[in-house]
């Protein structure tokens, strides 16, 4: 369907759906798409801001939905924090973005990005939300570098992944801050201007705010950027000593529920399942780590979430799905062919249609 909007206003569409800006000027979390067909994902809202009066295609699929609204869904205090971001004179700059679940967090990261590409600047995405990873798959921390605009941060290449291999950090905190840690300085090797780092929701309470204070610590951020709707954040900025902007929520956001962001996680496990096979390992020929929690028996219709590796390259994720006591073999399914060095044992159970089980 084709739909006009006059300016100083922003189509709301939520997926599964694909736009195309047929005539005027537009802008996605500070991008101006052209001519391009932009795909909302199924769980995802994209607010399309009208600079000038626009025309688009709009194709809806099914439970998709878009309405208009009056204004622009970005708020100001996200363009100061822009301008203060750009000039810090520290190289490269380490941008650490902080906010509760549902907080516009991933909305604000590619904003954020999609600013300073228009500087010409070279910008790395450390996606640290191991439960909503947007640029690996879930129970993974990965990070991307850009040179071009993006629409989400899904859209970004993998470049490397830590695999954490559980969904919430609060069973995780050491090797959640281990992993963000390796990440950030295996990227920083790649020399970008900027380095973005997204975090997780969990920032209410005692743990939280020491799990918090102990990663910023380790990352030694440039700038922490808080986004917050009221006053939430503040018993863990009291923690924080690093500088601190205070920022407005998105008013586009639609709050996810349980069941709508375990679906999004499922959709990163199909996506990197994809043609997915069964193949065989033997234990003499890889590393298992933690090896001693390796089960004695897998059930076939519950499988292990793995991360597969190269050396310190991470290839991808796999399911255990038997093990031979006798051969001493794991048969994983994976779409990874080529042969790794060690595996990382998760904690998530799958179905055989990639589904979580609440074990």
């Given at each position: 369907?084709?739909?006009?909007?006059?300016?100083?206003?922003?189509?709301?569409?939520?997926?599964?759906?694909?736009?195309?800006?047929?005539?005027?000027?537009?802008?996605?979390?500070?991008?101006?798409?052209?001519?391009?067909?932009?795909?909302?994902?199924?769980?995802?809202?994209?607010?399309?801001?009208?600079?000038?009066k626009a025309t688009?295609?709009?194709?809806?699929?099914?439970?998709?939905?878009?309405?208009?609204?009056?204004?622009?869904?970005?708020?100001?205090?996200?363009?100061?924090?822009?301008?203060?971001?750009?000039?810090?004179?520290?190289?490269?700059?380490?941008?650490?973005?902080?906010?509760?679940?549902?907080?516009?967090?991933?909305?604000?990261?590619?904003?954020?990005?999609?600013?300073?590409?228009?500087?010409?600047?070279?910008?790395?995405?450390?996606?640290?939300?191991?439960?909503?990873?947007?640029?690996?798959?879930?129970?993974?921390?990965?990070?991307?570098?850009?040179?071009?605009?993006?629409?989400?941060?899904?859209?970004?290449?993998?470049?490397?992944?830590?695999?954490?291999?559980?969904?919430?950090?609060?069973?995780?905190?050491?090797?959640?801050?281990?992993?963000?840690?390796?990440?950030?300085?295996?990227?920083?090797?790649?020399?970008?201007?900027?380095?973005?780092?997204?975090?997780?929701?969990?920032?209410?309470?005692?743990?939280?705010?020491?799990?918090?204070?102990?990663?910023?610590?380790?990352?030694?951020?440039?700038?922490?950027?808080?986004?917050?709707?009221?006053?939430?954040?503040?018993?863990?900025?009291?923690?924080?000593?690093?500088?601190?902007?205070?920022?407005?929520?998105?008013?586009?956001?639609?709050?996810?529920?349980?069941?709508?962001?375990?679906?999004?996680?499922?959709?990163?496990?199909?996506?990197?399942?994809?043609?997915?096979?069964?193949?065989?390992?033997?234990?003499?020929?890889?590393?298992?780590?933690?090896?001693?929690?390796?089960?004695?028996?897998?059930?076939?219709n519950k499988g292990?979430?793995?991360?597969?590796?190269?050396?310190?390259?991470?290839?991808?994720?796999?399911?255990?799905?038997?093990?031979?006591?006798?051969?001493?073999?794991?048969?994983?399914?994976?779409?990874?062919?080529?042969?790794?060095?060690?595996?990382?044992?998760?904690?998530?159970?799958?179905?055989?249609?990639?589904?979580?089980?609440?074990?």
């Amino acid at each position: 369907m084709q739909q006009t909007i006059d300016a100083n206003k922003t189509l709301l569409v939520d997926g599964p759906a694909s736009v195309q800006v047929a005539a005027g000027k537009v802008e996605v979390f500070g991008y101006q798409p052209k001519q391009e067909v932009i795909v909302v994902r199924e769980g995802k809202r994209l607010p399309f801001y009208v600079v000038e009066k626009a025309t688009f295609n709009v194709s809806l699929g099914a439970h998709a939905s878009m309405q208009e609204i009056e204004g622009n869904t970005v708020p100001q205090s996200w363009s100061k924090t822009f301008e203060a971001v750009l000039s810090v004179q520290q190289k490269p700059t380490t941008v650490l973005i902080l906010g509760k679940i549902d907080s516009g967090k991933s909305s604000f990261c590619t904003y954020i990005v999609n600013k300073l590409l228009t500087e010409a600047c070279r910008v790395a995405v450390l996606d640290g939300d191991i439960g909503q990873s947007d640029i690996g798959p879930s129970g993974t921390i990965g990070y991307g570098v850009t040179s071009k605009s993006i629409t989400e941060l899904h859209r970004l290449k993998l470049q490397n992944a830590f695999f954490v291999g559980i969904t919430s950090p609060i069973l995780a905190i050491v090797k959640t801050i281990e992993g963000l840690t390796t990440m950030k300085g295996e990227l920083l090797q790649r020399a970008p201007d900027f380095v973005v780092i997204n975090t997780d929701g969990w920032v209410s309470g005692d743990i939280a705010i020491r799990y918090k204070t102990a990663l910023v610590k380790e990352l030694k951020p440039d700038v922490i950027v808080a986004i917050q709707r009221q006053d939430e954040l503040e018993p863990l900025i009291a923690s924080l000593e690093a500088p601190i902007i205070r920022i407005d929520s998105s008013t586009s956001l639609s709050p996810r529920t349980a069941e709508k962001r375990r679906n999004l996680r499922e959709m990163t496990y199909s996506r990197y399942l994809e043609g997915a096979k069964i193949q065989c390992y033997p234990l003499n020929q890889v590393t298992v780590e933690p090896k001693d929690a390796l089960p004695k028996r897998q059930e076939p219709n519950k499988g292990l979430l793995l991360g597969l590796h190269a050396k310190n390259k991470f290839l991808g994720i796999g399911v255990l799905r038997s093990i031979d006591p006798v051969r001493k073999v794991l048969k994983i399914q994976t779409s990874i062919s080529a042969v790794p060095s060690k595996i990382v044992l998760g904690k998530v159970l799958l179905d055989r249609k990639l589904c979580e089980i609440q074990d």
